[in-house]
């Protein structure tokens, strides 16, 4: 049992007995799908994805060279997952839970959302897992996590906006806990054994923003549908890219740091380093990552200017203008998808 031992705040006992309540019913619900038949029991369709990066990719000095997360089938025979697991991949599978591994094809990579397909090379022998309405997900709702670890009872803890520090943003983000350790690419479902969210991080503040509590942080299921003829069709969501600027950010006290530039992007371009401060979008002020990201977005697409006012340790306020860019040029994509 999770206990504050653990990580669970002192200041939250009836969350503590709700949780305590729910991850019992979520073990009811466990104990009842393992014994139904694999053709009609969601876990089933859980898997693992694996994938190769070259060493010279973008991504490969952060997230690595040879990475593995979880997956979901869904409709069709393609493989959901979260999209770090395969970006900029030149080759991935899939293993079963028989422990056969079948080679995979990178169908499709969504920055905005974070979703990632694949399609197995041959046809799976496995019942897809429906799609649920992640909409309709209050917190405190039981739920199952399944990944590579196997499935385990957790909670829905809070929903809220998630900003991530690589120009990502989430308008309804799913928190739960308790951590659930092989998050990347887990699938998140509901009692009705229906998919709710695909797994992206381990957080510290899963209950409220900049709290101590631990959890993960999973994609909403929702924001799936209407980008995927997209993804079928041209491997990415359609319409107009975000202006990207190749900036890794920090939000401290209501100032947006930046902690790291990426090598050649448009903010190294314009003379932006590392330990700067934005302090204003176009002359409008900025204080969290949010705020920060939906100004210079307002802006308009890929390739427009954005004017930063930037203030540079002892050297004063700046006001620096940066061609923006599309994530997509930037990134070295396998030409196929």
């Known amino acids: 049992?999770?206990?504050?031992?653990?990580?669970?705040?002192?200041?939250?006992?009836?969350?503590?007995a709700t949780m305590r309540t729910l991850a019992f019913f979520s073990l009811l619900l466990l104990l009842g799908l393992a014994a139904l038949p694999a053709s009609a029991n969601p876990l089933s369709?859980?898997?693992?994805?694996?994938?190769?990066?070259?060493?010279?990719?973008?991504?490969?000095?952060?997230?690595?060279?040879?990475?593995?997360?979880g997956g979901v089938v869904i409709s069709d025979g393609l493989v959901l997952t979260i999209g770090y697991l395969i970006l900029e991949a030149v080759q991935a599978e899939i293993q079963l839970q028989d422990g056969a591994t079948i080679p995979a094809e990178i169908v499709a990579y969504d920055y905005d959302t974070g979703f990632g397909l694949l399609r197995p090379?041959?046809?799976?022998?496995?019942?897809?897992?429906?799609?649920?309405?992640?909409d309709d997900l209050p917190a405190q709702t039981q739920v199952l996590v399944a990944?590579?670890?196997?499935?385990?009872?957790?909670?829905?803890?809070?929903?809220?906006?998630f900003a991530g520090y690589w120009e990502y943003l989430l308008d309804s983000a799913i928190f739960t806990a308790p951590p659930y350790r092989s998050f990347g690419g887990a699938a998140l479902i509901g009692a009705d054994g229906r998919l709710l969210g695909i797994g992206s991080l381990i957080v510290g503040d899963a209950l409220t923003e900049g709290g101590q509590f631990p959890g993960n942080m999973f994609v909403p299921i929702s924001l799936l549908e209407p980008i995927m003829e997209d993804l079928m069709r041209q491997g990415r969501a359609?319409?107009?890219?975000?202006?990207?600027?190749?900036?890794?950010?920090?939000?401290?006290?209501?100032?947006?740091?930046?902690?790291?530039?990426?090598?050649?992007?448009?903010?190294?371009s314009a003379g932006i380093t590392e330990n700067d401060i934005i302090v204003a979008v176009q002359g409008e002020p900025v204080s969290?990552?949010?705020?920060?990201?939906?100004?210079?977005?307002?802006?308009?697409?890929?390739?427009?200017?954005?004017?930063?006012?930037i203030l540079k340790g002892d050297n004063g306020f700046r006001e620096v203008s940066i061609k923006s860019g599309d994530r997509y040029?930037?990134?070295?994509?396998?030409p196929t998808y």
């Open 147 to 161: 990944g590579p670890d196997g499935p385990s009872p957790a909670m829905v803890v809070s929903r809220r906006e």
């Open 238 to 268: 359609g319409g107009p890219a975000k202006p990207w600027l190749g900036l890794f950010t920090e939000e401290v006290r209501g100032r947006v740091f930046i902690n790291r530039v990426s090598p050649d992007g448009p903010a190294a």
């Open 121 to 134: 090379a041959t046809p799976l022998d496995i019942a897809p897992i429906e799609l649920g309405d992640s």
């Open 288 to 309: 969290t990552l949010a705020d920060f990201y939906r100004k210079v977005w307002a802006l308009g697409s890929a390739g427009i200017d954005v004017p930063l006012t």
């Open 45 to 69: 369709a859980v898997v693992t994805v694996r994938a190769e990066v070259p060493p010279d990719a973008r991504t490969a000095g952060t997230l690595g060279t040879e990475r593995e997360g």
């Open 329 to 334: 040029d930037y990134l070295r994509l396998n």
């Open 1 to 16: 049992m999770w206990t504050e031992a653990h990580g669970l705040p002192k200041a939250c006992p009836r969350l503590f």
